[in-house]
């Protein structure tokens, strides 16, 4: 069966799932709950509205319902980009001449270039439905800025998009990409809000980091008229519409009689690693299968793999809810690595929590280097030139493949090919001229981050 699986495996738009999966309805122990970070009480659905539309906030905190019907608005959304292909990695296979068979879910198939898409077309939806007339947001590489411009212009929406100072002065094409798509955009810290102002003063020379830019776009978001905040990642309702992936791979799978023996994403917030593990999750928590699961990360910010479970801010301000995840401190200012969206210092708590508990098998910290070795060899045998993010990913399924060989094991790989790398050659060029740096934080870079957790 498998020698004749097609390369590409697709699904017809009938066959597309039409309901997103909450693995918490089926974790025995649920993520902890969020917290107010002026009472320290658990946060209500009340507080949340402040931040986040109606809808949206019902999603974040119900632990129970296992399926969430997508509207049938989001699902004509997903149509024009989805359904992702499955493909299978043939020529990897054989340059590699492992016994594995590797499949990957590629995503990068959108002008985001990212999974992001998945996620912005829900939030923008629930956004408009509750009549909202605009969004704040930040953005690391520049993925999810581009992928909620474009939901916002699709939907008719206002946005202003907080990008990451580095990443804003490396990629000068993704502020026009945004502002292609209608959104405006501003470099991160910036003196267009107090957090941004004070981060400045603090540290005028900073380049900036996921957690100062979602402060930034909150305190705008709370201070606008008909204005709520969205979040690319971390939260449980992102990882809730990124279940779309697993849930479409999962059916392309069983097209071709095969399920995986492990999964492996790249984890910056967790999302995409979250939206393709859950289907699979689903099996090992319930007792049906049980496949293994590997989340990558880089190693100059290893949340999972060198991080404390512990309540922490999710943004440096500390505006934002506390949550329990796996963190590196919201203070942690990780090295300026080119794989942007995976500069984040804390992990999604429906993750950790599974890391916690055992269910998610091993967080690997990958070398910068590495991971471009193995974007260039997947570029060179795959042909799609994938983003620094998803190579993360790439390298690990290599080296899964690489033992499968060493092992004599057949097993079957998948990976999440989250995206693109159109507008990472800054990083491709430094690679092959050898510039490109492997910075490890040394443990008193990681207490500086741990001296910034709250005590609770
Ligand atoms: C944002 C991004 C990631 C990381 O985000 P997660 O929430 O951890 O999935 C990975 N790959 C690409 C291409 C991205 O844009």
Same mark, same amino acid.
């Given at each position: 069966?498998?020698?004749?699986?097609?390369?590409?495996?697709?699904?017809?738009?009938?066959?597309?799932?039409?309901?997103?999966?909450?693995?918490?309805?089926?974790?025995?122990?649920?993520?902890?709950?969020?917290?107010?970070?002026?009472?320290?009480?658990?946060?209500?659905?009340?507080?949340?509205?402040?931040?986040?539309?109606?809808?949206?906030?019902?999603?974040?905190?119900?632990?129970?319902?296992?399926?969430?019907?997508?509207?049938?608005?989001?699902?004509?959304?997903?149509?024009?980009?989805?359904?992702?292909?499955?493909?299978?990695?043939?020529?990897?296979?054989?340059?590699?001449?492992?016994?594995?068979?590797?499949?990957?879910?590629?995503?990068?198939?959108?002008?985001?270039?990212?999974?992001?898409?998945?996620?912005?077309?829900?939030?923008?939806?629930?956004?408009?439905?509750?009549?909202?007339?605009?969004?704040?947001?930040?953005?690391?590489?520049?993925?999810?800025?581009?992928?909620?411009?474009?939901?916002?212009?699709?939907?008719?929406?206002?946005?202003?998009?907080?990008?990451?100072?580095?990443?804003?002065?490396?990629?000068?094409?993704?502020? =026009?990409?945004?502002? $292609?798509? +209608? *959104?405006?955009?501003?470099? @991160? %810290? /910036?003196?267009?809000?107090?957090?941004?102002?004070?981060?400045?003063?603090?540290?005028?020379?900073?380049?900036?980091?996921?957690?100062?830019?979602?402060?930034?776009?909150?305190?705008?978001?709370?201070?606008?008229?008909?204005?709520?905040?969205?979040?690319?990642?971390?939260?449980?309702?992102?990882?809730?519409?990124?279940?779309?992936?697993?849930?479409?791979?999962?059916?392309?799978?069983?097209?071709?009689?095969?399920?995986?023996?492990?999964?492996?994403?790249?984890?910056?917030?967790?999302?995409?690693?979250?939206?393709?593990?859950?289907?699979?999750?689903?099996?090992?928590?319930?007792?049906?299968?049980?496949?293994?699961?590997?989340?990558?990360?880089?190693?100059?910010?290893?949340?999972?793999?060198?991080?404390?479970?512990?309540?922490?801010?999710?943004?440096?301000?500390?505006?934002?809810?506390? =949550?329990?995840?796996? $963190?590196? +401190? *919201?203070?942690?200012?990780? @090295? %300026? /690595?080119?794989?942007?969206?995976?500069?984040?210092?804390?992990?999604?708590?429906?993750?950790?929590?599974?890391?916690?508990?055992?269910?998610?098998?091993?967080?690997?910290?990958?070398?910068?280097?590495?991971?471009?070795?193995?974007?260039?060899?997947?570029?060179?045998?795959?042909?799609?030139?994938?983003?620094?993010?998803?190579?993360?990913?790439?390298?690990?399924?290599?080296?899964?493949?690489?033992?499968?060989?060493?092992?004599?094991?057949?097993?079957?790989?998948?990976?999440?090919?989250?995206?693109?790398?159109?507008?990472?050659?800054?990083?491709?060029?430094?690679?092959?001229?050898?510039?490109?740096?492997?910075?490890?934080?040394?443990?008193?870079?990681?207490?500086?981050?741990?001296?910034?957790?709250?005590?609770?």
């Amino acid at each position: 069966m498998s020698s004749k699986a097609p390369k590409r495996i697709f699904l017809t738009e009938d066959e597309m799932p039409k309901q997103w999966y909450n693995v918490r309805a089926d974790m025995k122990n649920k993520p902890a709950a969020m917290l107010n970070p002026g009472t320290l009480k658990p946060i209500t659905a009340e507080e949340l509205e402040h931040v986040f539309c109606s809808e949206l906030v019902k999603q974040e905190l119900d632990d129970t319902t296992q399926y969430f019907d997508i509207p049938e608005e989001v699902q004509n959304f997903y149509k024009i980009f989805r359904p992702s292909p499955l493909i299978r990695a043939y020529e990897l296979e054989k340059a590699l001449d492992t016994p594995a068979k590797i499949y990957y879910k590629f995503e990068g198939n959108n002008t985001s270039g990212s999974h992001k898409l998945n996620s912005a077309g829900a939030q923008v939806y629930y956004a408009k439905k509750q009549g909202l007339t605009s969004l704040t947001t930040e953005t690391g590489a520049g993925q999810w800025g581009t992928a909620l411009a474009m939901a916002c212009e699709h939907y008719g929406m206002d946005l202003t998009v907080y990008m990451v100072k580095c990443s804003f002065e490396q990629k000068a094409y993704r502020k =026009a990409i945004i502002e $292609t798509f +209608g *959104a405006n955009i501003i470099a @991160s %810290p /910036s003196n267009t809000t107090n957090v941004g102002r004070q981060i400045l003063a603090k540290f005028p020379n900073t380049t900036g980091s996921l957690g100062c830019a979602i402060s930034e776009a909150v305190e705008k978001a709370v201070s606008t008229d008909n204005c709520r905040y969205v979040l690319g990642s971390v939260l449980n309702q992102v990882l809730l519409h990124q279940t779309i992936i697993g849930e479409e791979s999962k059916i392309q799978l069983e097209k071709v009689g095969d399920y995986p023996d492990v999964v492996i994403g790249c984890a910056g917030g967790g999302s995409n690693l979250g939206g393709i593990i859950s289907p699979f999750m689903r099996d090992r928590l319930t007792g049906e299968k049980n496949p293994r699961f590997i989340a990558v990360e880089p190693i100059s910010c290893p949340s999972l793999s060198r991080g404390k479970f512990a309540y922490d801010f999710c943004d440096t301000g500390h505006v934002t809810p506390l =949550a329990k995840m796996y $963190t590196l +401190g *919201a203070e942690f200012m990780p @090295s %300026p /690595s080119h794989a942007g969206g995976l500069r984040y210092h804390g992990m999604s708590p429906i993750l950790s929590q599974l890391y916690h508990d055992g269910y998610i098998d091993e967080a690997r910290a990958v070398l910068q280097t590495k991971v471009f070795e193995a974007a260039n060899f997947f570029a060179k045998t795959e042909t799609i030139l994938p983003a620094p993010e998803s190579s993360h990913a790439i390298s690990v399924a290599i080296d899964e493949a690489l033992r499968c060989k060493e092992e004599g094991k057949s097993e079957t790989i998948l990976f999440n090919l989250t995206g693109t790398g159109y507008f990472d050659m800054t990083a491709y060029m430094s690679y092959r001229d050898n510039t490109m740096s492997d910075i490890i934080p040394t443990d008193d870079d990681l207490q500086a981050g741990f001296a910034s957790l709250p005590i609770i």
